[in-house]
């Protein structure tokens, strides 16, 4: 499971900015999943939780955006939303590539 050292990646990031900021008061953390990327949502929210549990976050929430992957036909050209289940063009049966949106690194935004 990933999505736990990605919650504890980003428990250590939100310190550091915290600390460069001088603040603990952060109320939520948004987090941008790439469809592609192999995270589950429900199961990073949930790593979150128990990442939080007993640190001085605890009341710091994780929004979580679904960012939709999309991929580009090696043969026509094609660009559309990729499909994991559906590894061939809509178009022309074709090839695909991945074209990075859906497959990037999780990111993240702090509001206070």
Not at 81 to 101: M, Q, T, W
């Amino acid at each position: 499971m990933h999505e736990l050292g990605i919650c504890d990646a980003l428990l250590k990031m939100l310190r550091n900015v915290a600390q460069e900021e001088n603040t603990n008061a952060i109320s939520s953390i948004t987090v941008e999943v790439g469809t592609l990327s192999g995270v589950v949502p429900r199961f990073l929210e949930d790593c979150w939780q128990a990442v939080i549990d007993g640190t001085e976050f605890e009341q710091t929430a994780m929004v979580v955006e679904v960012i939709e992957g999309m991929a580009q036909c090696l043969d026509c050209g094609e660009k559309f939303v990729a499909d994991l289940n559906e590894l061939r063009c809509p178009e022309c049966g074709g090839k695909i590539h991945y074209s990075g949106f859906g497959t990037q690194r999780v990111e993240e935004e702090l509001a206070e």
